[in-house]
């Protein structure tokens, strides 16, 4: 049954998404099966992954066309069932992983959720992936920055929070706020799970005074939930960002692969095949 990580910060700017394209593709590199879920309307790692799909004019010749269905119908139709969930998944060009993307019209599902009094409004995607989970090794989650109920809904159906955060004052507020939401949505909703994996910086600058000083900061803030492996700052990471690709396709050998890499050693959740491949490749062994 699959490990679901939801990657999670209420503030913009921070690489969620980019984290989460770069982990789930060093997992699949490790032979586990992975699945993405798209849960921001701007759809940069659906974008990433190769798999976006505009959103089609809503008459074409008088013909309504047809939309693919992504995200938002699972939303929508508050799927339950395998058979709904499978055709939302789409293929990627990496071996071993999948994802169910987004696309515009997702901005709309908060409003069509909040629509429906009747159920439970907290648990539509974690019944949905719970009909996949046995399919997957890992589902990662990429969060929109807000604190909303999709965001509920991500840490219903988790069994894990990651928060990647920035060496910059407004990121460390950000991270608090984060911070308080996870807890009182845990304690507000009584959630055993969506437990806290911990915080990691990304676009660190590790010789600068400002690095080292927030890196103190976030240390005493959170202890041992503070992740020890900064992600670089790395050219070939605003280069994927912009070109919308795959890291290890578009260049394998670069400060992103290998921090990237030495902060899934750290997260401990790999068994010990993968740990002992992840760290030969990386040269950790």
Do not use: W
């Not at 005074?209 to 927030?214: E, G, M, S």
């Not at 939930?225 to 960002?241: H, Y």
């Amino acid at each position: 049954m699959a490990t679901t990580i939801s990657i999670i910060n209420n503030k913009g700017g921070v690489g969620k998404t980019t984290s989460t394209g770069i982990i789930a593709e060093l997992m699949a590199y490790l032979g586990k099966r992975v699945l993405c879920i798209d849960l921001d309307q701007q759809s940069n790692l659906s974008m990433m992954l190769g798999c976006y799909t505009e959103d089609p004019e809503p008459v074409i010749n008088g013909v309504e066309a047809p939309e693919k269905e992504n995200i938002t119908e699972l939303f929508k139709g508050r799927y339950r069932t395998k058979e709904e969930v499978l055709p939302l998944i789409q293929h990627t060009q990496i071996n071993g992983l999948d994802i169910i993307p987004s696309s515009k019209r997702h901005k709309n599902t908060q409003l069509n959720i909040e629509i429906n009094k009747t159920g439970n409004n907290n648990i539509i995607l974690k019944k949905a992936l719970s009909t996949i989970k046995d399919d997957y090794d890992f589902i990662l989650i990429d969060n929109a920055p807000a604190s909303d109920i999709l965001t509920v809904n991500s840490m219903f159906a988790s069994n894990y929070v990651l928060t990647p955060v920035r060496v910059e004052s407004f990121s460390y507020k950000g991270l608090k706020e984060t911070l308080d939401s996870i807890a009182y949505i845990k304690e507000e909703h009584d959630l055993e799970n969506a437990n806290f994996l911990g915080a990691f910086i990304t676009q660190a600058e590790i010789n600068t005074n400002v690095y080292k000083d927030l890196r103190d900061n976030y240390e005493a803030e959170l202890g041992t939930r503070f992740l020890k492996t900064p992600i670089r700052k790395d050219i070939k990471i605003a280069e994927i960002e912009t070109l919308f690709e795959p890291i290890l396709a578009y260049n394998a050998d670069t400060n992103a692969v290998f921090d990237y890499g030495k902060l899934l050693l750290e997260l401990n959740i790999l068994d010990k095949k993968a740990t002992k491949k992840l760290k030969e490749s990386i040269g950790e062994e």
